[in-house]
């Protein structure tokens, strides 16, 4: 089987490929922000962790110097957060993609962030809205299904017990 590196699955267990620079950390009191670099492509992120209400957490990466500004959702936390190298190698199949019958050019470039979330001593976890798959979510790891994918798009041919997202949402994940 081999990986699709594009689609961010060619990890290596271990091997971490975001480090936080401590040298640019600041803590105010309820935020925390640095840089975070990527050490095989030397590219830095913004990085900021918001300590909301409760046990809550807000986690915010974009890049420094972005191509294109990020689209930023409006509403979904209303006001202030209220708190208690290598040189990067092109990969031709970047800048296109075929989905089913669609092409895709990406006439703005391959751009994505990826994160692992782990729950330790969690036995289900539940939610990711919008997802045509199964309350309880499954592990996506070495299992062959691909991560659980969040991004703004309008399918209408989606796959049955599937990962693959559906509309953009608001992400919400319950485990126990």
Same mark, same amino acid.
């Given at each position: ?6 689609? @961010?699955? #060619?990890?290596?267990? =271990?091997? /971490?490929?975001? %480090? ?56 979904? @936390?209303? #006001?202030?957060?209220? =708190?208690? /190298?290598?040189? %990067? ?88």
């Amino acid at each position: 089987m081999a990986l699709n590196l594009q689609r @961010l699955r #060619g990890t290596k267990a =271990g091997h /971490a490929s975001y %480090v936080l620079n401590l040298d640019t950390l600041h803590v105010s009191d309820n935020a925390v922000e640095a840089e975070l670099k990527n050490v095989e492509a030397d590219a830095s992120f913004k990085f900021i962790l918001t300590s909301l209400a409760g046990d809550i957490f807000r986690v915010f990466i974009d890049e420094t110097k972005p191509l294109h500004p990020r689209y930023q959702v409006q509403g979904a @936390l209303k #006001g202030d957060p209220q =708190g208690e /190298a290598e040189p %990067v190698k092109e990969d031709p199949g970047a800048w296109e993609e075929n989905f089913k019958s669609h092409h895709d050019s990406k006439p703005r470039g391959p751009e994505a962030v990826g994160v692992d979330i782990v729950f330790p001593g969690a036995l289900r976890i539940y939610g990711l809205p919008e997802h045509a798959d199964r309350l309880a979510l499954r592990t996506t790891g070495s299992g062959g299904l691909d991560p659980y994918r969040l991004y703004n798009l309008d399918v209408f041919e989606y796959e049955m017990d599937s990962t693959m997202a559906l509309y953009g949402g608001v992400p919400v994940v319950y485990a126990h």
